[in-house]
Structures are given as C-alpha cells and as structure tokens.
C-alpha cells in the first residue's frame, strides 16, 4: 500500500492507495463516530452500494444511505439540499462522519455537505474515478454550481482520510479513463518533465488499467498535488498552476453544456491550447506542443475543441471563470515542460489559439 | 475607542468600540479589495444606508447593495442564495468584501454567504443591535435555518474586521435592548460574578442607554466571548458554556415558532431556568436564582416560559436542538454565579423545572 501524506493549515490526512483498499474502509471511521452518513449515486450504489455497506457494518455504527442523482447537471445547490433533508431527517448529530462514495461530483457535494451540516463534520473520501482519485480526493476544494457559474458556491474543507481502491477502476467507462489520465499528465507538464516522460512511455499499460502503473500514477500524482496544495490550501497564489488547461477546459464545459464534455477531456483539450499560447508567448518549443497534442490523443482524449459561437463566446466564457479577477484572463502557461507562469494573454493572441484549435 | 482582540486557529481579528465608529468604516476595507457587497434589510436601509455608502464611497471602490427581507423568518437556504444571485450577477470576484450591516440575521447570513462565495471571500461586520454586539459578532459562528431545525447549516468564519458604534442603538427598540442585555448578563452568569454585580448596579443605566455603560458591557462581553473562542474556535468543548440559558431557549423559539420571541428573550428566560436547574443538580443558591430572575426582569425580559404542548414537546424541542448529540440532552449549569458545568440531567428533573417555570 502506498500511503501519501496531505499536510494543509487546515489539516492533516492520510491517502491510502491500494489494490482492495475498500476492505479496510472501516479502519477510516473514528471510534467516536456516532453515525456514518453513505453518500454515493445510483451507479455506484448499484456497483458496489451493498459490498462497501456490509464492511462499514463491521464499525457497528448506524449507516444511512443517502443516494443522489447522477452527473455534473445535478451538482446544484437542490441535490446539496436533499443531503441535508436526509441528514437532519435521520436526525444525524454533530459526530456523524460522513463516507463520499463515488467520483467527483459526489465528493464535491458530500464534501460541501460536510463542510456546512452543523457547521461541519467529518468526511471519508472513496473516489471511484480515477480523476477523482488523482485531482479531487486532494486539497479540500469542495463546491456545487451555481446557474451562473460553475463551482461558485463551496468550502476548503479538508476529509479525515481518502481511501483509493485501484480495483473500483475495473468497472470504470474508457472516456472516464481518458478524462483521468489527462489530469495525470498535466501533473508532469506542469511539475516535472521525467514524469511526463514516463507517462509517454506507458501510456498503453495505464489505459489496459495495468494495476501497478495506475498505483504509480496515482501515487505520484496525489504527491504533485499534495505538495503544491501544502504550500498554498486557499488558492492565493502557487495552487494556480493546478488550472493549466483549465480556463480553456471550463469554456468547453460551459460553452457545450455542462455533461457534454468530462471535465477532463475539456482539460485534456486545454492542455493541447495551453501549450499553444505557452508557444505563443514564451516560447515553449513546437516539438513539445505535438508532444502535448501525442500524449493527450494517446490516452484517448480530444485534442481539438468546439467553435462555439465563435472567438467572442469563447472569451465571454473564459472571463466568467471565477478565477478571473475584474475582467482580466490570466493563463497558466509554460515556458517548458515542468514550468508554469502564471499571466495575463493579450486578447488577439488567445483569439488565434482558439481558431487555431477548434472546429 | 475599545479594541478588543479576537484570536483563533481561523485567523485574528479586531473589535473597535467606539460612539461615532461608523464614520471610520472604510478604514475596515482592505485596499486590494475589488468591491463592496452592502448586504443589509430594509430597516437598516432606511435608518443608515445612505450614510454607510456615502462613508464606504471614500474607499474609491464599486459598492453592490444587497437588501435583504427583514427577520429570522428569513433567515433560510433561499434567502442565502438571493445573496449569490446578486454578487453572481454583479460578477464580484474573490477579491470582493462582503459588509454585513444590521443585525444578528444579516451577520449569520452575509457571514455565511462570504464563507462559501467562491469558497471564501472576505467580510467585515457592522452590528447594529446590541445582540448582535456583544454576541453573534465575536466567534465566527455563521449559519441559515432548515425547516428541521435553526442555524443547522453554516460554517466557522472568521471577519477580517467588526465594527461597533454605539450610537447606532439609540434608534433600536426597546425590545431589542432588552433582548441584548439577556446575553450581557448571562457573561457575568458563566464567567465573572463581579461582572454579574456590576450589571445589577447599572441596569437602570444601561436600558437608558448611557454610552459610557454600554462601550463598556460591549468591550467586557465582546473579551468574555473572545476569550473562551480563543480557546475553542470549533464548539469541542469550552465554549459550549456560552450556550446557558439557549437550551431552553432554543425551545420557546421554535415551540412558539421563530421570530415570536426575540432570541435574547428566550434567553433570558432560559438564564432563570437553568439557574432553577442548576439549584435542583448542584446546589446553586435559592437566593441567587432569585438574583438570576429579578435581574432578567429588570432588564425587561420574561422571566416566565410558555406552557407550550407540555413537557413532552419541551423535551422533544430541546432534544432537536444540534447540541443534543444521539439523543442525550445535556445542560450548561451553575455550582455558583459565575462558574458553569456541564451534564445531562434526568428527565424528571427537567420536567420539574419546565412545569415550575412555565405557564
């Protein structure tokens, strides 16, 4: 078993990586706890709602299942309500620990829940993803969306510990696989240029679901972002780098209507659009943006984007990012594989970078 | 001026006391703040909305006024979110601070609303009764009703700044005066008998709202509650003393339905029970609880509860209430003024002291 340390000013947990790892679920669950609150979706529960109840069982706690509706469309301030409804209904006190079962919108919203259910419990994150297992299960952003904007309303809340199982990716659709790795490579072009390298060489292995590369790739994309999440919990500043491709990524998502795309097929396209600009603006050489554009069509992501309305649209979406401050875009770029640089792109040239990369 | 010092895990803060403080408010706005969500109700509007923007206009900075419906009524998940739409669809950014001008249900909800807003803006507080004075703006608390319960969904959130200025309660009914000094004497109650004294010296004083008086039970009340924060940010322990009196409380509010009695009304009622409590588990003095209750009715407060559906439904009511943990109803009581315990009490007990105090 890998076991991968997160260290924030908010706190302090472990991520246990393991094949079969949900076998040990109950060791997550405080002695203290008077309640486990089981947040997972329809798909999940059907897949393994009975196996995981029966060995939380074994805490002798009370378990209550709260099964939400599925996908991106229903992380919304309604779903979040129903968490609460059922929570209070079952009359769920203050040392209830809540269990998010499932990928990231689940652990998005049963995070939040638990960020503001009496003004906070505890929660035990189980991602069934694998982009929820290398992105969301670290660094304590949790969120729903809002009508006019995407994660708009949330909390950093850090869970008491994150259970990864590499086994629960055996059931887990190929598009989601490809969304996960783009996630994973973006750790390498951001942080470190002999990572990204090793993800070219394997490649084929981690979408075959090779268990002892994706424990790898798991591991040491939950250690990337550990690190830069201990240096910066509430997005002030380094955390940033963390958003390359993302700008470009959520105007997809937005633009196509939240669901059409997976969140990291829009980020695996906007890192082919980010290595674009990065070209643009500072240099980042035009054998590595086909090396970006290779690797992202190799783990079976897209690597050219929707027109839309057009360039006009695309700014429109990408200013109402939240991370957009009074109006201005500002991008992370790389000046090379393994560097960011965080900073505002004239206008004309994202304009050619959008036409140059959409259909 | 009092300054007064608010140190926790979550961050530090100042108090400023002081008649006149008002005209200093922009001093509270840091300079890298983008905007200035006022969220206020339409009863402070009338009174001040017009000086407070003119005050806040000196900062140079855009200011978005967010008025809100008046009342613990609305005090609610919906109106919160009236908040989000407003900031969403003046596109505030994270850099945006959020003043919360009025009372202790604007306090709770801009609170709340600045402690999820982008997962987390900045807010400054201006109470503008004495309630929210010398409680609900010390501490962090922050929360919205459910219809299963009061303030069960919020969040620990420290301001960057509150501001005080005791001029502002010469136009607070006299109601409400009586409301805020229920939670001044009960700091005496739990922490100072000296305190306790000097309140039953000077009520005559303080409900005629002499200035020196009130900055001066403000400041003691506002280091009271600082002090016992400081050492419990989270409710784990300590603070949990705060709660004398809110118990019962909490019940007469949500038994004769929220907003009937004032919060500081049903707890200077609850004061005069728990002292009755305190006398029957751990000897508290019968002479003293006859101090505890001519005190709460000289500052204007009842002294006497409701009958409500009888016992039971007491007893249901106070089990509701988010501090009962699985079931057990535990108390805050008095061996003597100025010293507290905590403990459940048998059920016959309780039922005494309900039918004793209650018609």
């Known amino acids: 078993m890998h076991t991968v340390t997160v260290a924030t000013p908010g706190g302090k947990y472990p991520i246990h990586i393991a094949s079969g790892r ?4 109950a060791e997550s669950i ?5 309640t486990i609150a089981l947040v997972t979706n329809p798909v999940i529960q059907g897949l393994m709602g009975e196996q995981v109840t029966k060995i939380l069982a074994a805490t002798g706690k009370r378990i209550v299942p ?3 509706p599925d996908g ?3 992380k919304s301030w309604e779903t979040l309500n129903l968490i609460f409804d059922a929570m209070l209904g079952a009359q769920l006190d203050r040392r209830t620990v809540i269990v998010a079962l499932g990928g990231g ?7 939040f829940a638990a960020a503001v259910y009496m003004r906070g419990v505890r929660f035990v994150q189980v991602p069934t993803t694998l982009l929820s297992q290398v992105d969301s299960s670290v660094g304590g952003k949790t969120a729903v969306n809002h009508p006019l904007g995407k994660n708009m309303i949330g909390a950093f809340y850090q869970p008491i510990a994150v259970e990864i199982d590499t086994d629960v990716l055996n059931t887990l659709p190929d598009r989601e696989m490809s969304a996960g790795l783009a996630e994973v490579i973006k750790y390498g072009l951001i942080l470190d240029a002999e990572f990204f390298a090793w993800c070219e060489k394997n490649v084929a292995g981690l979408r075959a679901r090779d268990p002892v590369l994706l424990a790898e790739a798991i591991r040491r994309s939950c250690e990337y972002k550990a690190w830069v999440v201990s240096k910066d919990e509430r997005e002030t500043g380094l955390r940033a780098i963390l958003n390359l491709g993302h700008t470009f990524g959520h105007a997809i998502e937005a633009g196509m209507g939240y669901g059409q795309w997976l969140h990291g ?3 695996g396209c906007g890192l082919v659009m980010a290595a674009d600009l990065s070209a643009e603006m500072f240099g980042f050489p035009a054998a ?3 090396r970006v554009r290779a690797l992202v069509a190799a783990i079976g992501c897209p690597t050219r984007g929707p027109r839309l309305g057009g360039v006009e649209e695309w700014m429109r979406l990408m ?3 939240k991370k957009a401050e009074a109006g201005e875009i500002s991008f992370i770029m790389m000046p090379q594989i393994g560097e960011t640089i965080r900073r505002g792109a004239p206008a004309e040239t994202v304009a050619r970078v959008i036409l140059r990369n959409t259909d």
């Open 319 to 321: 200013r109402g990012d």
């Open 72 to 74: 991106e469309a229903h």
């Open 288 to 290: 590595d943006v086909e």
């Open 105 to 111: 919108v689940i652990g998005d919203m049963a995070g």
């Open 265 to 267: 097929e829009a980020v």
């Open 30 to 34: 405080p002695s203290d706890a008077t």
């Open 22 to 25: 949900l076998n040990a679920l």
């Open 66 to 68: 709260i099964v939400l």
